[in-house]
DNA sequence: CTGAAAGCGCTAACAA
DNA sequence: TTGTTAGCGCTTTCAG
């Protein structure tokens, strides 16, 4: 049997605005009469009808957080300091994950919306539904990539990407290669670096990955795809845009028969999730947890103040060397 | 601006409750005006206040999720395959993160009450609050475990751990080793299964983790705690209780300068996530997306009836046979 | 077929 | 210090 306030004031001969009154702390209170109530309490299991403060407060406490995707392990960690950030400042989190679909990705906005969420932390798929975004009436935080017009927090992508380039260059490498989308940011960045070590990025030496479903079987077909008819690979460096795909890279030419690529081929992912940790491939860290609860924290200002001009945070990479990028 | 029926009522010219039975579909309103209405909503981006539904329905369709632990990537297989089912449903999760901590776990169920939803899918971190569980004013279904007096959904563990002992003994092991903790469902499983083949397990061969945290962190140090000053430990195969702890036990192995265990020592995990997959070990399948259906279904079918008898619902398990147990 | 009225559980302004 | 009253946005009788 559910209690409500009504229920507990009768049973302590008080009016229901007293009981809320002592559940919320007013001092205005007499002592005496607040522990009567707050026994009563105590001795019902009684909890507060949050969807009626939600009512009456127009604020639920509520962050709505849409995932990109929700296989790579890479947003579990995510997923992980976000649900302790967030708990820990007395709001909870209702989760969507959109697959890589955008249509499922607006869908699961309207969702929010609905559910009176007080803000969004905002994974996206791609730049499909950043104008509708533009003018949602709530705020939203855009994490893990840096969007214009947004507040957005993020690792310097592009500077983890010279990281890897500087090493690479260090190891002596000069053939560099790529494995991702073929339309990406870590790859204009890539592009740039090499440019600017003086060693163009040749674009045969893109191995494009062309799906939209970034399932990790896709990317072993895109790679397969890509290979066939090839008896070499004319790179002696690799650099993979993010974890899983180094991974599945790797694992890909356990089974292939005939490998194009060389014997002792440099690898370098992105996320230092816990794939390359216990893979030993060298990834650039993001501080994850650093990097969510700033986005936490931008998000409770911004729902503050909705009027502050757009903020945007990149944190430093760092580069962890692993086995699989040096000799 | 947040619309409300109210507001749109007033731009359509008719009554609020009107606005309301019409979204909801209902066919006693005339189709004109019916028309009419939708029009008014579609241009205004109403959406609906599901928190003044609950108020007044005292339905949330929301689902509270506790996990025990969100690094271990076999929930995050879990949570992403309830994302979907939920979603199709109707419902949103909402959802916390325990780390083992009961203390922490029953404030999570605590906000699950004060958020009114409308049933509970309960990952336990232990026996600890079960006697509270029991008398829950709202439907909670137990998964990944199975527990007397209380719906839940699981594979067959003790099926699952018989797998691993037949497959063992029948590529020729007879000094089969553990780890995991000392206290464990599938430690006793182990025992039955090796008794039953008149193999009795040796105690000695058991490598317990007693940390409460079960950070991988924590594994290692047990199981270099346990072999410290041993340098042979007599076994040619080990069951690893879960797929963390057996990928935690190959990579030690890597680390130690003295080696205690058998250069061909045969390792079996347990969930096959993708990190036995990965990382070719041997391991126990658990139909994850089958098992979380049947879970939020249980939870569905006991919302409508709170009455009917518990039901509990093993799964068949499958051992993924991999090159770290076989010859 | 449509509108008026009540009430879900809570908070806040006001009165006493 | 406490109680009375109104109202958040919605659904559901009940009249008309």
Redesign the interface.
């Known amino acids: 049997?559910?209690m409500t306030m009504k229920e507990i004031a009768k049973l302590a001969n008080v009016s229901q605005p007293t009981v809320s009154r002592v559940i919320n702390g007013n001092p205005n209170v007499d002592k005496a009469l607040a522990k009567r109530v707050m026994k009563v309490i105590e001795e019902s299991?009684y909890?507060?009808?949050?969807?009626?403060q939600?009512?009456k407060n127009?604020q639920?406490y509520?962050i709505g957080v849409s995932f990109s995707d929700?296989?790579n392990?890479y947003f579990?960690e995510v997923?992980?300091a976000l649900?302790?950030a967030t708990?820990k400042e007395g709001y909870?989190?209702?989760?969507?994950?959109s697959a890589f679909n955008p249509l499922q990705e607006w869908q699961n906005i309207?969702?929010f919306?609905?559910?009176?969420v007080d803000g969004i932390l905002m994974i996206p798929t791609s730049d499909y539904n950043m104008d509708r975004f533009k003018d949602l009436?709530v705020p939203m935080v855009i994490t893990t990539q840096i969007k214009d017009g947004f507040d957005s927090v993020s690792v310097d992508h592009d500077e983890g990407v010279r990281l890897i380039a500087d090493h690479l260059i260090s190891e002596g490498h000069r053939k560099i290669g790529y494995i991702g989308p073929p339309v990406d940011f870590k790859l204009d960045s890539l592009r740039a670096a090499l440019y600017d070590n003086g060693i163009p990025l040749d674009e045969s030496r893109i191995i494009p990955l062309t799906s939209n479903e970034q399932s990790t079987y896709a990317i072993h077909e895109d790679i397969k795809n890509f290979i066939k008819d090839k008896d070499s690979f004319d790179c002696s460096a690799v650099f993979c845009y993010n974890d899983v795909t180094a991974?599945e890279f790797i694992?890909l030419q356990d089974e292939l028969e005939v490998n194009p690529f060389a014997e002792d081929l440099a690898i370098v992912g992105f996320d230092d999730t816990?794939?390359s940790k216990?893979?030993q491939i060298s990834s650039v860290h993001q501080p994850i947890q650093e990097m969510t609860e700033i986005a936490f924290k931008l998000l409770l200002s911004r729902i503050e103040n909705p009027e502050k001009a757009k903020t945007k945070i990149e944190l430093p990479p760092k580069l962890i060397v692993r086995k699989s990028s040096i000799k």
Chains 1, 2 share one sequence.
């Open positions: 049997m559910k299991n909890t507060v009808n949050r969807a009626a939600t009512l127009s639920s509520l929700l296989s392990p579990i997923l992980n649900e302790e708990r909870n989190i209702i989760i969507h994950n309207q969702n919306m609905s559910r009176q009436n991974l694992r816990m794939l216990i893979f």
